[in-house]
Antibody, heavy 119, light 113 residues
């Protein structure tokens, strides 16, 4: 069965960086894009971008809002995707999700990783 | 960016009754070359990630009960639950995947009356 298992909760200070991992199992990792979506407390989901694990150059597409602060990578040898967000601010406090992408939406989601940014 | 606007923000429906949630996009999400609407619906319960219910605006995801249906085309879409069950209490989101960023609606909270 398809599973996406994310790394644990993080507490960071403003200005720091965070890297969240997402280990995939139950399917061929390189056959699907991986999307990253975040959700601030009490808010709706916000799409951050995707990575194509099949691309040797690590094909990515980032929302312009995060373009200068986010980096999405993958390690196909361990079927794991990563999302790193730098220069954290208090309004980056959110649950961050990875989600498997098809050409028709995102069908499997990780359990979420709470990132808290606080001084 | 395509702006997705849902209505209403919240909805209370009696058990067994029909619930309808609307979603409007600021521009068409219909791709003319394949006649597909790049619109999905998700259900989210507290403490859980969103769950894909409907894709291509009207295709039901595997395992989703047939009381859930999607309709619409272009810029106006509707998610309908034909007979509300207690387990359907959740927040529902539409999302367009026609162009990046893949924007979500603000959500509709569905409760039991």
């Amino acid at each position: 069965q398809v599973q996406l298992v994310q790394s644990g909760a993080e507490v960071k200070k403003p200005g720091a960086s965070v890297k969240v991992s997402c280990k995939a199992s139950g399917y061929t990792f390189i056959d699907y894009y991986m999307h990253w979506v975040r959700q601030a407390p009490g808010e709706g989901p916000e799409w951050m971008g995707w990575i194509n694990p099949k691309s040797t150059s690590g094909g990515t597409n980032y929302a312009q809002k995060f373009q200068d602060r986010v980096s999405m990578t993958s390690d196909t040898s361990i079927s794991t995707a990563y999302m790193e967000l730098s220069r954290l601010r208090s309004d980056d406090t959110a649950v961050y999700y990875c989600a498997r992408g098809r050409n028709s939406g995102t069908d499997y989601w990780g359990q979420g990783t709470l990132v808290t940014v606080s001084s | 960016d395509i702006v997705m606007t849902q209505s209403p923000d919240s909805l209370a429906v009696s058990l067994g009754e029909r619930a309808s949630i609307n979603c409007r996009s600021s521009q068409s999400v219909l791709y003319s070359s394949n006649n597909n609407n790049y619109l999905a619906w998700y259900q989210q319960k507290p403490g859980q990630p969103p769950k894909l219910l409907i894709y291509w605006a009207s295709a039901r995801e595997s395992g989703v009960p047939d009381r859930f249906s999607g309709s619409g085309s272009g810029t106006d879409f509707t998610l309908t639950i034909s007979s509300l069950q207690a387990e359907d209490v959740a927040v529902y989101y539409c999302q367009q995947y026609y162009s990046t960023p893949h924007t979500f609606g603000q959500g509709t909270k569905l409760e039991i009356k």
